[in-house]
């Protein structure tokens, strides 16, 4: 009996330790799958606040470049024009029937206009036309008042249209503006010149200028500049009120009246002067292409119209109204005797002698 109690309580106590060995074990187990667990949700978690971190970090280098770029985009976008004092010209006319603004001195703050176009990196193409004659005549004056008036404080590139590039003279240029010679056949009758320009300007925009420049501006060489010539003439479609005309009554001006003529106009708004047209390059490109096909038609039936291409211009702007008109002060005849409307002389004609300058 007593063997039989001894051998009951050894088996219980193997059957305890037993027991016992397999509760650790499985706590062993246990602790180990919750600590592998409990790791792999840590490095879960570290991974998430690491990724959160460079969220939030590029979240905040975005929020510091958002507000220079929206800064940029509104100052494209602010329309300058809605500053025109429309008023402070009373006696001249100030705005078009299709409400293009015309400007005066005294109408606009120039630093605005200059701080904008800097701002949006503005750059301006002049282009002039020096053949014959009227280089020796005219383009070294014409090329150093630009850079003393025209378009200062933007990049501004001359594009020189002439047959005698070498006689081109050579002249110190301030910074960000740089002169294009550009070399052209030589016609016989300055009138072949006045109006070829227009296909010469396009061709240029189309191969050259569009590279270089978002604006352009066409002048006649025999003019010198007196004052400022500035980014307020900036605009998509720029129309030169003239001098001779302005204020003269529509029945006077002088436009082609020849029906068989591509440049015939019974009537129109203003009378324009081909000395000085501009904008951005696609519309001059639409207007010189314009041009150029209305005078080629018209050489096929014989017909030249009265002013050459300032005619067919002025039949242009007739059907695309420009979007900015300049005033005469943009570019003045000094023989005009009444000139009380005129408070600054920004380009002014040159003398001329037509006898000598023009050859037929």
Known sequence: ML???????????????????????????????LLRSTVARCCLLL???SSTA?????????????PAAEEKL?????????????????????????????????????????????????????????????LDAYLNTFLTSAEKHFMLGLQVTYYVFTDQPEKVPTIKFGPRR??????VQKYSRWQDISMMRMKMISDAIESEIHHNCNYIFCFDVDQVFKGRFGSEALGDSVALLHAWYYKRPKQSFTYDRNPKSKAF???????????IFGGVLEHVKDLADYCFLNIMEDKLNNVEALWHDESHLNK????????????????WDPVIAENQDINVTRLVWASKNYKELRTR
Not at 8 to 32: D, H, I, W, Y
Not at 178 to 183: D, H
Not at 265 to 275: F, K, L, N, R, W
């Open 178 to 183: 740089s002169l294009k010679v550009i070399q």
């Open 3 to 33: 063997a039989l109690l001894c051998a009951f309580f050894s088996t219980n106590k193997r059957n305890s330790s037993v027991n016992e060995s397999l509760e650790a074990g499985k706590m062993s187990r246990t602790f180990s799958q």
């Open 316 to 331: 242009y702007f007739w059907l695309h109204k420009p979007s900015r008109l300049i005033s005469p002060e943009y570019c």
């Open 265 to 275: 106009m019974e009537t129109g708004d203003y009378y324009y002067h081909a000395a």
């Open 47 to 49: 991974v998430l606040v």
């Open 54 to 66: 460079l969220y939030f970090r590029h979240v905040l280098d975005i929020a510091d470049i958002l």
């Open 74 to 134: 509104l100052r494209q976008r602010i329309n300058l024009d809605h500053t025109l004092n429309f008023g402070a010209r009373p006696l001249v006319q100030t705005m078009s029937p299709w409400k293009a603004p015309i400007l005066w001195e005294g109408m606009f703050d120039p630093d605005l206009y200059d701080q904008k176009h800097i701002q949006n990196e503005s750059s301006v193409a002049l282009t002039v036309f020096a053949v014959g004659r009227y």
